[in-house]
Nanobody, 115 residues
């Protein structure tokens, strides 16, 4: 069973940077595409970025140029580098693993952008 564990969320000032991590276990990491989503209070979960098992990234327009998704296949890790953070980036950030119809989620990590 795939397990995902996010970490790295914290309080950060506007304009700051943060790097989120997601540890993958329970299966073969390189089979899976991986993604990042977020959910702000009162809003639906929102897609941010994904990276294929071949390393090809895709971003939603709102984070292009600010966020960078990457993966370390040797360490079974997924990352999200977030720069130029804004208060509207405040949300719980979730890691996702997908392989055909199989989808797995982590528990999330809280990111708060505030002065």
């Amino acid at each position: 069973q795939v397990q995902l564990a996010e970490s790295g969320g914290r309080l950060v000032q506007p304009g700051g940077s943060l790097r989120l991590s997601c540890a993958f276990s329970g299966s073969i990491f390189t089979k899976y595409g991986m993604g990042w989503y977020r959910q702000a209070p009162g809003k639906q979960r929102e897609f941010l970025a994904r990276i294929s098992n071949g390393g090809i990234p895709t971003y939603t327009d709102s984070v292009k140029g600010r966020f960078t998704i990457s993966r370390d296949n040797a360490k079974n890790m997924l990352f999200l580098q977030m720069n130029s953070l804004k208060p509207e980036d405040t949300a719980v950030y979730y890691c996702n693993a997908y392989y055909f119809s199989n989808n797995y989620w982590g528990q999330g990590t809280q990111v708060t952008v505030s002065s």
